[in-house]
């Protein structure tokens, strides 16, 4: 399975934009980039998907770069709920289904 | 509209005795996976079953771990022997259907504690 970087922190304040990054520079062209996070004390969440366009949905967008060798998960308006850990995972078409899971990024929230 | 519901939520077992972790999945979904978490570690998968058939475990440790989900009621995850490094967060997940741009939804998780 190709392998995803990611920092192991970041910080942001209530009420701004917040860019997650992910480097995957041996993603291969079946491979899907999926994001999810964890919340405290909770079970992992899905966030996002997307294989070449950029994506949105309620929750954030996710840009992937031209290359698809890195993505940003971006939430627009951060919020205190929105303190995980994020993950950023491949997973390949007709691939195995589990997901594998990195360290992700732990996100801090100000208030 | 239900969740992917684990029970127990939390679990102490001495060593030596058996614990059994139970997932129902969300409705009409027939693909269940479990995964663990040890404290301050990141989740690794352990088990992907469908209905009556274990289709992938090579994240199970190869004694006193099994998993079933039979055709009526819950997935089982069972640890038989439990040593005090199965304490952990045991999180079981589902997907309507298999395929990798099908999300998996967590159920909340059992923490399992060996003392």
């Known amino acids: 399975d190709a392998k995803t970087t990611q920092p192991n922190s970041m910080e942001s304040n209530e009420e701004e934009p917040v860019h997650l990054p992910c480097n995957h520079s041996?993603?291969?062209?079946?491979?899907?980039i999926h994001w999810y996070r964890q919340l405290p004390s909770q079970g992992p969440e899905y966030v996002i998907h997307?294989?070449?366009s950029n994506v949105n949905n309620r929750m954030a967008s996710l840009a992937i770069a031209e290359d698809r060798k890195s993505s940003t998960l971006i939430l627009h308006r951060a919020t205190l709920r929105d303190a995980a850990v994020y993950y950023c995972?491949?997973?390949?078409?007709?691939?195995?289904?589990?997901?594998?899971f990195g360290q992700g990024t732990r996100l801090t929230i100000n208030p | 509209n239900a969740g992917v519901m684990q029970n127990p939520r939390h679990l102490v077992r001495r060593r030596g005795q058996e614990a059994r972790l139970r997932c129902s999945p969300m409705k009409g979904h027939s693909h269940v996976y479990w995964y663990r978490q040890l404290p301050e570690e990141g989740l690794k998968f352990m088990v992907y079953l469908q209905k009556e058939n274990i289709i992938d475990e090579s994240g199970m440790p190869k004694e006193r771990f099994s998993a079933e989900f039979p055709k009526e009621g819950p997935s089982i995850l069972r640890i038989q022997q439990v040593v005090r490094g199965d304490s952990a967060a045991y999180f079981c997940a589902s997907s309507h259907t298999s395929g990798s741009t099908y999300e998996q939804y967590f159920g909340p998780g059992t923490r399992l504690t060996v003392t």
């Open positions: 041996t993603i291969s062209g079946t491979d899907y």
């Open positions: 997307g294989l070449t």
């Open positions: 995972i491949l997973r390949r078409i007709q691939g195995a289904q589990k997901l594998v």
